[in-house]
């Protein structure tokens, strides 16, 4: 079982930064690819970024590409995911998740992904 926390979400204004991480105790989370999630009320929840487990190959959904950067922290053991330019609709619940151990094929769609963290608020107000 791999478990999952995220921190540092917050209240920022539209064109602040903001950066995001995911951390596990007891698993290695380069063992794993992994991924950033975000759901806003009423909608669907969303893929946001995804990275391999070497921590090259990082994939964007079109709404991020060029103001989010998804990166590993190997010696903290940490997911990061550095927010810039933040825009109101970038508002939600950020959610890290992994895919199963020795699976290295970087995936979109939600049900690929086994382990999920608690979720951290980021709000981002006009």
Known sequence: QVQLVESGGGMVQTG???RVSCTSSGRTLSNYVMAWFRQSPGKEREFVAAISN???SPVYADSVQGRFTISRDNA???L?????NLKPEDTGVYYCAARGQMITVIRRDRGAYTYWGQGTQVTVSA
């Not at 990061?80 to 810039?84: A, F, I, K, S, T």
């Open 54 to 56: 070497s921590g090259g």
């Open 76 to 78: 903290e053991n940490a």
């Open 80 to 84: 990061r995911l550095q927010m810039n």
């Open 16 to 18: 602040d930064s903001l």
